[in-house]
């Protein structure tokens, strides 16, 4: 029943993290930045 | 009209709407959804409905709440009736207003079990009850399901007027003064024991070395290793639309109402964007690496996965709270989980009253006192019902119709409001007033046609599988059904008394709009 972490589940994971953490990143660098996009 | 109150800053806005979404799902339903749907896979259609579901919705419905603050409401029947000039859109907005109010009601309470599980495990309380049957008794005996550790309810009463008193003097204090504060100390608070609490979970390893395999890498295991043949089943694919949906707190109104705070030209896609991502980054990062991984570790995947489907309170209250007493310090362990699910509840619920106090305030003239304590008062009469007949299940019948049902009929009937009445190139303009990032081309047409779409099936596929059995009541014991028609009888004399309500509110003040 238990089971070994796979490569696909690590690579996964990892990229699910990554992605979340630079979603997160971006928007906060972008905050800080502050600037107004023309429109 | 007066001035209405604003945020302070950005960073609190953030924040505040972060605390709107990140609740006790993040931690307990996430990982139990990803565990039960094919691990990592689910991942794929998770993100795919974060892009096409909550993101566009996310900017909706902040743009419906500063278009309504712009209009003096806060609240969903006037934002409707500002975008749609027809009689009957006040009314549909009063689904929303009924929405937040009875989860409200009822979320109050099961805030209220964190923050007794918190003092409990300070207090070393439920030490002693260290299996899982014990614990479950335990919990039954609070809740006045079982007899017991606790003989009466008053134990779980004493920490329901805590909760709600806590939640008033937030609430009291206002929009800048009281919410925004509050969630600039607590979500930072959340954050730290949420990375504190992973980093713990990590360091366990294997607790028992007669059980190698039962080790927190195979938790994780169990939560991401992919099971592909899932990704073919529609059901996965709704799961974790509905996850999505759930896990951002849209469809409630809530997130309207803080919105109608902003200022005219205040970006809201870039903010929206930050919320969203502060909810993902806890619930994917955070919460799928506390509470499952720690179970596994202690009692192997078939156990946990027994667990799981006992639901998220078993594996959140029961299996956790055995598993703290099997570890160092493991009852200040204890205590930051419950008080972080209390953090995450109580940013929660201040924010499911604020669309009623708004239509208070906005549609009577009630100063802001006199609103946020006839909605305590009101919540504490009705929360009676819910502590007295829990174990009948009147609280899951409130969830499925409030929590559940009505939130995907709210999100589908904005978005049609927004997108095809109120128009998309209109809308479009004003998602992107003031906008601090460029909103890609591309989600003019997901939030025109994919996220209706996207939320229509949902609502059909839910109708079907669970909401008219649902409504017939089908496998509830005999003993049950009269408690929750009484359920039933509470929520249309409330949706009763909101409807009601508006057409007085509407008759007072006689409306009259100079849309731009």
Known sequence: MEEKFTLAGISLMITAWSLVSLLFGYSIYKILKGNKVEQ | MKERERWNSRIGLILAMAGNAVGLGNFLRFPVQAAENGGGAFMIPYFIAFIFLAIPLMWVEWSIGRFGGRHHHGSLPGMFDCLWHHPISKYLG???????????????????????????????????????????????????????????????????????????????????????????????????????????????????????ERNVWNGLAFIWNPDFSKMWDAKVWLAAAGQVFFTLSVGMGTLQAYASYLKENDDIVLSGLSTASINEFVEVVIGGSIAIPIAVAFFGVAATISIAEGGAFNLGFVSLSVIFQNIPFGNIVGFVWFLLLFFAGITSSVAMAQPLISFLKEQFNFSHKKAVTVIGVGLF????????????????????????FFLVVIALV???????????????????????????????????????????????????????????????????????????????????????????????NKFNYHID
């Not at chain 2, 008033?168 to 949420?194: D, N, Q, V």
């Not at chain 2, 174990?391 to 559940?404: N, P, R, S």
């Not at chain 2, 609502?459 to 009541?473: D, N």
């Open chain 2, 94 to 212: 009063s689904i929303g207003l009924f929405v937040s109010t009875i989860i409200f009601i009822y979320y109050t309470y099961i805030e209220s079990w964190t923050l007794a599980f918190s003092f409990f495990s300070i207090t070393k309380e439920y030490f002693g009850y260290d299996t899982i049957e014990e614990m479950r008794n335990f919990l039954g005996s609070y809740q006045g399901v079982n007899e017991g550790y606790f003989s009466s309810l008053s134990t779980a009463y004493i920490f329901l007027i805590i909760t709600i008193v806590a939640n008033f003097i937030i609430l009291y204090r206002g929009i800048s003064g009281g919410i925004e504060k509050f969630a600039k100390f607590a979500l930072p608070l959340l954050f730290i024991m949420g990375v504190g609490l992973m980093i713990y979970v990590f360091s366990i390893g294997t607790p028992n070395p007669e059980f190698p």
């Open chain 2, 381 to 404: 009469i009705c929360v009676n019902f819910v502590v007295l007949f829990l174990k009948h299940g009147f609280l899951d019948e409130l969830d499925y119709w409030a929590g559940t």
């Open chain 2, 414 to 508: 904005e978005i049609i409001i927004f997108a095809w009445i109120f128009g998309m190139d209109k809308a479009w303009d004003e998602i992107n007033r003031g906008a601090e990032l460029k909103t890609p081309k591309l989600f003019y047409y997901i939030i025109k046609y994919i996220t209706p779409a996207y939320l229509f099936v949902i609502l059909i596929y839910w109708t079907y599988q669970e909401a008219i059995p649902t409504l017939l009541m089908s496998g509830k014991s005999e003993v049950d059904i009269p408690y929750l028609w009484g359920a039933r009888l509470m929520m249309v004399l409330i949706l009763s008394i909101l409807l009601w309500m508006i057409y007085k509110g509407w008759k007072i």
